[in-house]
């Protein structure tokens, strides 16, 4: 089935140290976001890619970086997580304006 | 400065009945309004979406309703079945050319066999 995988499910990372989490898609679509989603929160938009066109959202930190290195593959780098990263962060796509996004089932990201 | 606001956190519906989850937005911009369902350890999944020019729309169980001039729109389940029971988010995009999506804070529904 086309769908949008997220990898790790669960990652643990360390203060201070720098973790990637990824995301792929087989649904050839052409945008791919990333949201970071704290319990009983609205899941909040980072920045998303459309094609190649990287869009940072305002309020992101600077601390996250994304990368696309091609249609089906997106990547969360989180250069010196702190104890407010730790979250849901999820990974989705669609086709562009006036379409629904579709979601992986996020990676929990947990700071020690 | 929350755009879109889903007012109740969580909502209890007696199976067979009606459910109505209801969203408000503030951003007369918006013109795209869609619902997630969500179950534990998942991502959000898609359930149903409705456009500005439209003010209802239906697939199968689901109903969404939308009053533009409320700034108001409403997710209604009948009949309500156990497997309903998630939380759902709703979510608005607008201005032509915009992707991004402004999602609300999610309602929990439990639906009681």
């Known amino acids: 089935d086309a769908m949008v995988i997220q990898n790790p499910r669960y990652q643990v990372t360390q203060f201070g140290k720098p973790v990637t989490l990824s995301c792929s898609q087989t649904l050839n679509h052409n945008v791919m976001y990333w949201y970071q989603q704290k319990s009983s929160q609205a899941p909040k938009l980072l920045f998303h890619y459309y094609d190649k066109d990287f869009n940072n959202e305002a309020d992101t930190p600077d601390n996250f970086q994304s990368r696309r290195p091609n249609t089906s593959f997106c990547f969360l780098d989180i250069r010196s997580p702190g104890l407010g990263d730790a979250a849901m962060y999820l990974c989705?796509?669609?086709?562009?304006?006036?379409?629904?996004?579709?979601f992986g089932d996020g990676t929990r990201l947990s700071i020690l | 400065d929350q755009q879109v606001k889903q007012n109740s956190p969580s909502l209890s519906v007696q199976e067979g009945r009606i459910s109505i989850l209801n969203c408000d937005y503030t951003?007369?911009?918006?013109?795209?309004f869609l619902w997630y369902k969500k179950y534990p350890a998942e991502g959000p999944t898609f359930l149903i979406s409705i456009s500005s020019i439209k003010d209802k729309n239906e697939d199968g169980r689901f109903t969404v309703f939308l009053n533009k001039s409320a700034k108001h729109l409403s997710l209604h389940i009948v009949p309500s079945q156990p497997g309903d029971s998630a939380v759902y988010f709703c979510?608005?995009?607008?201005?032509?050319?915009?992707?991004?999506?402004?999602f609300g804070t999610g309602t929990r529904l439990t639906i009681i066999p």
């Open positions: 989705a796509t669609s086709r562009g304006t006036g379409q629904p996004q579709h």
């Open positions: 951003n007369s911009m918006f013109d795209y």
């Open positions: 979510a608005a995009s607008g201005d032509f050319g915009n992707e991004k999506l402004t």
